[in-house]
């Protein structure tokens, strides 16, 4: 029998981390060398909702979090059971590209709370390999996965980083004999907190775990010591942070850099992987996070809030036509990845499906430019933002409920000391008009949402009219 020939469309692994900051890669020496010295750093990628469960839900949507209804990371608003009763699940890049031909693949995290949601043997649409981590997710040394039939799989007493990359880059070997094109999608953990707990562990915090051998590593690790550091100019974070707290900081940002070891030799492992196989020309590698996280910026433990650190993922890309060593400055959002995987992919979403945008020009250098992100947060069992806001070009926006706002421009204040909208601020011609654009951006829906770059600040404010449909939940 004539084996069938091998199709020329491209692959995709996404590997992503679990509340990486912003500057986290810096600890990473095989994520830049083989993928962002390979092709392109992103220093713009904006989590629009800055937490776990709305910004994975808005990797594989496509959209944003007023659209998907995953508002926090469980409870009435947020979690895998409301994410399945609302039926997201049934349009995502997994179902996407399933339709297209791909063979598509997950591990790792996927969504808090889905190992109650879910029926044991219950694989999401769209996903032909589905071994996502079950029960033990934050348990460093007890993760297990589920397995094809519903069984539960796992090596007791092996870490977690170390069992996400076993299987994928298992999955990656297998990849080489099929002819099919790929997707897959690499959750780890960490840095994100975790058990059990240590004998180093910062008192008073929950912190991560390292693998064994990166225990002691950078033993005399500080923390930068920022401007922002311990000092809250902004709308969120505490007054003051005492030395106690200021110590447990410390440790926790040194375990976390511990921590991404495993995922930065994972990451290594995944690039042998598919070199050796004769796939890694023809596939495009992202590395990001969900969303950023501080640990003392602005005084605040933590994300979901919105600073820089916390809405900007680190993110570095390779692939077919991404030019070796470049720098994408111009803004991007989770939601635009799977747009781009789809669209690269020759299935794109139908037009009001998704809000991303389709950014393969910002890799390939073909595009670049200005473009609004609207970003929003919601508190924990509640529907009622606790800010909205917009990120735009220099400029990082947003407001409260109240109406109180906070503007920081970070060209020239990178670290956001100065907020531009306190006192006669608020009353400027640019504060005034950054609320115009959430105003209108807020509530987009597909082709209502942001997605082309211009050459300078889109202050003219955009025709008031949207499409009317809006997701009504549950």
């Keep these: 029998m004539q084996q069938r020939a091998a199709d020329a469309r491209p692959n995709f692994l996404l590997i992503t981390l679990d509340d990486a900051a912003r500057r986290d890669f810096a600890y990473m020496p095989h994520v830049r ?38 508002l926090t990371v469980g409870g009435t608003y947020g979690g895998a059971d409301r994410f399945v009763a609302r039926g997201e699940q049934d349009s995502t890049v997994a179902t996407w590209l399933d339709d297209a031909g791909y063979d598509t693949f997950v591990t790792g995290k996927w969504m808090n709370g889905y190992e109650r949601a879910l029926p044991a043997s219950a694989a999401q649409p769209g996903w032909d390999c589905w071994t996502p981590a079950t029960l033990g997710t934050y348990r460093f040394f007890d993760t297990r996965f589920f397995a094809p039939g519903g069984r539960l799989t ?21 990849r080489a004999a099929d002819p099919d094109p790929w997707f897959g999608w690499i959750n780890y953990v960490a ?9 180093d562990d910062p008192p008073g915090l929950a912190s991560t775990v390292p693998a064994p051998r990166d ?5 005399r690790l500080r923390m930068p010591r920022d401007p ?8 969120f974070g505490d007054v003051r942070t005492p030395p106690r707290l200021r110590r447990a900081e410390e440790q926790l940002f040194r375990e976390r850099v511990q921590a ?38 602005q005084n605040w433990l933590g994300k979901i809030v919105p600073y820089r650190d916390i809405l900007t993922v680190p993110t570095v890309v390779r692939g077919p036509r991404i030019p070796r060593g470049s720098v994408v400055t111009s803004a991007a959002a989770v939601p635009d990845l799977p747009v781009t995987f789809a669209t690269l992919a020759g299935a794109p979403p139908e037009a009001d499906d998704a809000d991303g945008a389709d950014i393969s020009g910002l890799w390939e250098g073909r595009v670049a430019g200005v473009r609004p992100i609207p970003i929003e947060g919601w508190p924990k069992n509640s529907d009622v933002r606790r800010f909205e806001g917009v990120v735009v070009g220099r400029y990082r926006y947003a407001v409260r409920p109240n109406g109180t706002d906070q503007l920081f421009d970070v060209r020239t204040d990178p670290f956001e000391t100065v907020n531009l909208a306190a006192g006669a601020g ?10 115009e654009l959430t105003a209108a951006y807020v509530d987009c829906v597909g082709t209502g949402c942001p997605r082309t770059y211009a050459l300078g600040l889109p202050f003219a404010v955009p025709p008031t009219e949207q499409p009317t449909e809006r997701p009504t939940p549950p």
């Design 426 to 435: 608020s009353d400027s011609p640019l504060v005034v008009r950054l609320r």
């Design 33 to 70: 060398r083989l993928v962002g010295d390979a092709g392109a750093t992103m220093t713009t990628m904006i989590a629009p909702t800055p937490v776990c469960v709305p910004s994975r839900a808005s990797v594989i949507t496509g959209e944003y979090a007023h659209n998907h209804g995953m």
């Design 215 to 219: 225990v002691d590593s950078f033993p």
């Design 260 to 297: 991404l070891q495993a995922v930065d030799r994972g990451v290594r492992d995944q690039i042998r992987a598919l070199r050796v196989t004769g796939q890694l020309d023809r596939t495009y590698v992202v590395v990001t996070s969900d969303n950023g996280y501080t640990t003392g910026q």
């Design 191 to 199: 840095p994100h907190n975790g058990g059990p707990r240590g004998p």
């Design 154 to 174: 796992g090596v007791p007493g092996r870490y977690s980083s170390d069992q996400i990359t076993d299987r994928a880059t298992t999955w990656i070997a297998e």
């Design 228 to 235: 922002n550091l311990w000092r809250r100019a902004g709308l």
